[in-house]
């Protein structure tokens, strides 16, 4: 089975890139569209938007990881044009300030996962990052990861069967001592 990654990410010259790429190109086209519709619906609130970053290198995900903008040390969903990370637009410029959860509402409703609690609000996740969406289930990760399976235009995560899209909620979580945030704490700025 041919998917856009083999197609497209694979082919692309900077797919072993270690700087940021923000090109919608880069996404699988349902993704991209349902990106599209959330920046759309954005706008009509009064909310400016951007595309910050879309595919994501293991050697960009690298270098983030070195600089501290990041805890996962492995690229995930990024590599294979499934998630990208939006931000407020102030003036042209990427702005990570305030409250993201009207980031949340609107991928729920065009069919993404948000990283601000990434499907399910009821469980309290160690790891959030409220600028981030995706087209996949944080259960499906791991055949994605392993080439076993890839979205088709049809997919979306909130219909996938229940006990894909809860399977983080049976294992067992670390304690937090602090509560979630939605805000993004840390993100790396652009560079003068």
């Not at 990024?78 to 410029?93: F, K, M, Q, T």
């Not at 088709?152 to 067992?172: C, G, Q, R, V």
Request: proline share 6%; glycine share 6%; with cysteine.
């Amino acid at each position: 089975m041919s998917t856009f990654y083999d197609d497209v990410i694979l082919k692309d010259p900077r797919s072993a890139s270690p700087t940021r790429i923000a090109d919608v190109a880069l996404l699988e086209p349902k993704t991209r569209q349902l990106v599209q519709q959330i920046i759309a619906a954005a706008q009509a609130m009064g909310v400016s938007l951007m595309v910050y970053e879309t595919y994501r290198s293991q050697a960009r995900q690298q270098e983030l990881f070195d600089n501290g903008a990041t805890k996962l040390r492995s690229v995930g969903v990024h590599n294979y044009g499934l998630a990208c990370d939006i931000v407020r637009a102030i003036r042209g410029e990427p702005s990570w300030k305030g409250d993201f959860s009207f980031l949340g509402q609107l991928a729920h409703s065009s069919g993404l996962i948000w990283g601000g609690d990434w499907g399910d609000p009821t469980i309290q996740h160690s790891f959030l990052d409220a600028v981030h969406v995706q087209r996949c289930t944080v259960a499906r990760q791991p055949a994605l990861f392993a080439g076993t399976w890839y979205p088709d235009d049809a997919y979306n995560p909130y219909t996938d069967d229940s006990h894909l899209l809860f399977a983080a909620a049976a294992s067992p979580k670390p304690s937090r001592s602090k509560p979630a945030r939605t805000a993004v704490a840390s993100h790396p700025r652009k560079k003068s």
